[in-house]
């Protein structure tokens, strides 16, 4: 369907200001247009957006299949965002871990696991997302969740940076998962880059990149 597509979201920018910018675009009022699979600000890749009543009713079944990311994970610091935006810790730590440490850890970040979403993070909690409580201050607590990872490969590895693919399911942060591999490797570790190169069918290289995004839309019709 034209009407939901995967678009090439920049670093910089929200989810929702991809949004409004197709709605700017399209200039139609009233026009239906939602998005799903949200990706940070400081993330970028793959968004799937959907334009028009019917696309929008459909496009929450689109995103349940399985996404792939490339993850670049600085180890040696934890952030208070899991990400680089945070304010960064440095750990104290009895070694650098080698490239077989790493190996030997990774198979516990596979499968059906129980994963802690951030503190910043969109998830609600007594019904108020997180990351308002965490805004001001005010402490707040993530419940563990089952989440799926489907597989985590090594792409790259000079201290301090880990670069990995990763291939999940449906609910996945891998601000969490980045923040948790650290962890296990005793060097404490955030998120430092995030590319989604695929949700489901939608892939990188078919995807729409901004500065095509006027002349795409035009073709689409409400």
Known sequence: MSNIFAFYKPKGITSNDAVQRVKRLIGVRGAKIGHAGTLDPLAQGVLVIAVGREATKTINDVVKKEKEYIAEITLGSESSTDDAEGEKTEIKFVKKPEIGDIKKILPEFIGKIKQTPPIYS???????????????????????????????EILDYAWPILKIKVLTGPGTYIRSLARDIGKKLGTGGYLSFLERTRVGDFKKEDSIFIEDLPDFLKSIEL
């Open 122 to 152: 969109a998830i609600k909690v007594s019904g108020k997302e997180a990351y308002k409580y965490a805004r001001k201050g005010q402490p707040v607590e993530m419940q563990p969740r089952e989440v799926e990872v489907k597989n985590i």
